[in-house]
């Protein structure tokens, strides 16, 4: 049996959308389920656990992994998708790393690191509900241009893989296991 678990079956209706609903509503309702979960995996804890760093030399932690994702989600809503002047909030060419290593255990930094967090993905879902449809296109200097549907399945993996991080995180912290 492993260690205590940190989600009960309440917590599974991130994951209730019919799984034979339309494709937009299948990729925001899974986008909401992956965001909804990593909020899960950071709750209850202190800002010494969430600055927490996983293994020397590694940055990683829960709170870079918010701002992280709060970066990510601006630049393919906001910059790539919407094209406006929206550099990222944490990091940028001068501080690459700047989610990670400015990831500390200060109250004010934590509440500056949600806050951006949830207005990234609030821009994101505003966007997402007033497209036309998943063929929106946008521009982006990596990808080239791409659509609002491929940004959506981006979104989804890439939470899908720092979700495993922070599950990996959150059970090293306090033996917190779960969905």
Known sequence: ????????????????????????????????????????????????????????PSTLSLLGLVRHLADVERRWFRLDLAGEDAPPRFCGPEDPDGDFDGAVADNAVIEESWAAWRDEAAFADAFTARAASLDVEGEDAWRGKLSLRW???????EYARHNGHADLLRERLDGAIGL
Do not use: N
């Open 1 to 56: 049996m492993r260690r205590g678990r940190l989600f009960t079956g309440e917590d599974e209706s991130r994951f209730a959308a019919p799984a034979d609903a339309d494709e937009r509503t299948l990729l925001v309702e899974m986008l909401a389920a992956h965001r909804a979960t990593l909020e899960l995996k950071c709750a209850g804890l202190t800002a010494e656990q969430l600055a927490s760093r996983a293994v020397p």
């Open 151 to 157: 940004v959506l399945m981006h979104m989804i993996e």
